[in-house]
């Protein structure tokens, strides 16, 4: 008798909303067997903090799931806004190849007054996104969307994030419908995998955008948002 395949569930941009992330931690737990939910591989797409009130609790509820859920597999992934908080908090590692921090300034120090860079405790040893994220924008309107900005004015566009998975994450790619995956408003998310076939999305809504269904189109499995890349490698 065939395994089972594992269920995965994909959550993505809580942005501070603690409140709407415990209303959108009831869905799967509705949605899904008892049994797929309490050992599933649940994957958080980043981007924890800003926009939302309490990043705080959002954090405390992320650090608590191994000790609640010890059957689940948990990872964590950064989105642009938590790697630019990491870079003002000083939790980046050093560049690899000796550069400074500070070099990564070069590029863009045309914009410094414009974009209102952090100038206080400790910005002479910060990466860039740091400098930006808790610097004062002094162009505050977004005339592309037509709303305030909020948060950096710069999304990371370079950023991908890849993590492998086991080889038992899915048994058997026939049998991807057994792949579950709920977001917290990501504004485009797809689950690449088989053809023509279409994965339910369970929605929670924290950033509004409608619930929808996205086409699978190919063999490997891809989350991708508007700023990084998921790449789940080793479906079999």
Not at 23 to 30: D, R, T, V
Not at 110 to 115: D, L, N, T, V
């Amino acid at each position: 008798m065939a395994q089972k395949p594992r269920t995965v569930i994909c959550v993505g941009d809580i942005h501070g909303y603690i409140s709407k992330l415990n209303n959108l931690w009831l869905n799967p737990q509705s949605a899904i067997d008892p049994s797929e939910f309490s050992s599933a591989l649940v994957i958080f797409l980043g981007d924890y903090c800003d926009r939302g009130p309490e990043t705080g609790k959002v954090i405390d509820f992320l650090i608590s799931l191994p000790e609640k859920h010890p059957d689940q597999t948990h990872v964590f992934l950064a989105g642009n806004h938590d790697f630019a908080f990491s870079g003002f908090l000083g939790l980046l590692p050093r560049p690899s190849d000796g550069s400074d921090l500070k070099d990564t300034w070069k590029e863009y120090e045309g914009s410094e007054e414009r974009e209102g860079w952090y100038r206080g405790e400790g910005f002479e040893d910060m990466h860039l996104q740091g400098r930006r994220w808790a610097g004062k924008i002094k162009a505050t309107f977004n005339s592309v969307k037509g709303m305030a900005y909020k948060g950096s004015i710069y999304d990371l566009e370079s950023v991908k994030l890849f993590v492998g998975l086991p080889l038992d994450t899915v048994s058997d790619y026939n049998n991807v419908n057994h792949l579950k995956a709920i977001t917290a408003g990501l504004k485009a998310l797809k689950l690449l995998g088989v053809e023509g076939i279409e994965l339910p999305i369970f929605w929670g809504v924290v950033e509004k955008e409608a619930a929808g269904k996205y086409k699978w189109s190919r063999y490997l499995a891809v989350a991708e948002t508007h700023h990084w890349t998921l790449r789940i490698i080793g479906l079999t």
